[in-house]
């Protein structure tokens, strides 16, 4: 069996299992919930404990990968802008989006009773404006570290990650081959802890359930929805993007980038995308092979369009599920770290990537994270969705690319 049928049937279960409990015999459902969750909390304590030197292992990395990138000339450094300006929307559209649709439906309190109960203490971001400016930078890397500030941390992991760039190679290709390490042994553990995720999840989703009834399945079909529709708003406004930035007439694009996405939708993996994206950017879309031969490649290694979406959109349900109105401080910390972190994280696999990736910024923003166990199951409904837009992305950034750079211009014509 599949890893994630493994989680699916987790999740079944705890559901199942949780509403004929809560449905008939409540007071046993509580008992019981009390004697299984901190099994679940066992396991996501786990997955925690990895957080802080993969993000900060990560970030590192994924910053000098860029530098590295951007050196090889004037398109791969049109490329890496293009990449940053892109996420850098998404997360804006999503961090002013998933608040305001959420707002116009009215949470479950059972729901935010079940999620309370898992509230441990969080390093909060600061209210006002000052606060949030002073908690930027930290006074000790290693207290920030410690107290799983993730914020001040990943400002330390960007000074530290601009610095490596600008010493010898040497001794850089030493430090960014320890991280590289740190990051992958992160992952590792990672894999070790999600074989016991059927159990984990079972004994969280159990819990919520049993607490919350029917009110815990309606929750997570609003969060299907919402990134759903946040994928297909996304894919629209690339398609926009490629059209006026990237000068595409829109049935000549549209006909490049359809069978694309046909590939995408069907494997669910954007690596397995790419020869689809090369063969259609050069041979039905006309772009230069020195173009889309180097941006597709950077766009799958550096480039996910649609996890600033997932990072801030899972941030907005759970503040939603709570009853908590996130301040623009908040938001503004999910923007600036989804960006970062989804430019370190595009190797991660499968189920990994949900969990290490939306831990630090839902960490980061003062919600509970216990509820990403959930909703990472959840997460394969709405995932071929989010391929489709992963690759639409990448075609995009590859027509502004190929607009851009005046030989490319030049061969088109």
């Known amino acids: 069996m599949s890893q994630t ?6 999740l079944v279960a ?11 015999s409540p007071d046993l459902g509580l008992q019981i919930a009390v004697i299984v969750e901190p099994f679940g909390k066992l396991w996501l304590n786990a997955l925690q404990m990895t957080v802080v030197p993969l993000v900060f292992a990560l970030v590192i990395v994924g910053i000098n990968q860029a530098s590295d990138a ?55 971001v600061g209210s006002g404006w000052a606060d949030a400016l002073i908690a930027i930078v930290p006074t000790n890397a290693i ?29 850089r290709a030493q430090m960014i081959g320890f991280l590289k390490a740190v990051s992958d042994a992160m992952i590792v553990i990672v894999h070790w802890v999600l074989w016991a995720a059927p159990v984990g999840i079972f004994a969280l989703v159990f ?40 000068r595409q007439p829109i049935g000549h694009f549209l006909s490049g980038l359809i069978p694309v996405q046909a590939v995408a939708a069907s494997t669910q993996s954007s690596l397995a995308t790419l020869p ?12 230069p092979a020195r173009v889309s031969g180097l941006v597709l490649p950077m766009a799958v290694s550096l480039f996910r369009i649609t996890s600033p979406i997932q990072y801030i959109a899972t941030a ?38 949900f969990l ?40 995009t950034a590859t027509a502004v690319v190929a607009t851009r750079n005046p030989d490319a211009k030049a061969e088109a014509m």
Not at 220 to 234: F, H, M, N, P, V
Not at 368 to 386: E, K, Q, T
């Open 14 to 24: 705890g559901i199942v299992l949780g509403i004929l409990l809560a449905w008939q």
């Open 356 to 395: 290490a990736t939306n831990l630090p910024i839902t960490q980061a923003m003062g919600l509970p994270i216990a509820p990403l166990a959930v909703l990472m199951a959840v997460d394969a409904i709405p995932d071929v969705l989010a391929t489709v837009g992963n690759v639409t992305g990448d075609m």
């Open 5 to 10: 049928k493994r989680v699916m049937a987790g």
């Open 143 to 171: 207290a920030a570290a410690a107290a799983s500030a993730m914020l001040p941390l990943v400002t330390f992991a960007l000074f530290f990650g601009f610095a490596l760039t600008r010493i010898d190679e040497a001794p």
């Open 276 to 287: 689809a994206m090369l063969d259609s950017a050069q041979n039905k879309l006309g772009y």
């Open 316 to 353: 907005s349900f759970i503040a939603w599920a709570l009853g908590v109105d996130l301040s623009f401080a908040q938001l503004a910390t999910g923007v600036a770290l989804s960006v970062l972190v989804s430019m370190g994280s595009v190797g991660l696999p499968g189920q990994a990537i």
């Open 70 to 124: 951007a050196h090889s000339g004037r398109v791969a450094k049109s490329a890496i802008l293009t990449f940053i300006v892109l996420l850098t929307a998404a997360a804006v559209m999503t961090a002013v989006l998933a608040p305001l649709a959420l707002s116009m439906i009215q949470p479950d309190p059972a729901v935010a009773a079940a999620i309370g109960g898992h509230i441990v203490e969080q390093p909060q």
């Open 207 to 246: 819990a919520l359930t049993a607490r919350a009834g029917l009110g815990m399945l309606q929750a997570l079909g609003i969060y299907i929805l919402l990134e759903c529709a946040l994928y297909a708003l996304a894919i629209a406004l690339l398609i926009g993007v490629a059209v006026i930035f990237g």
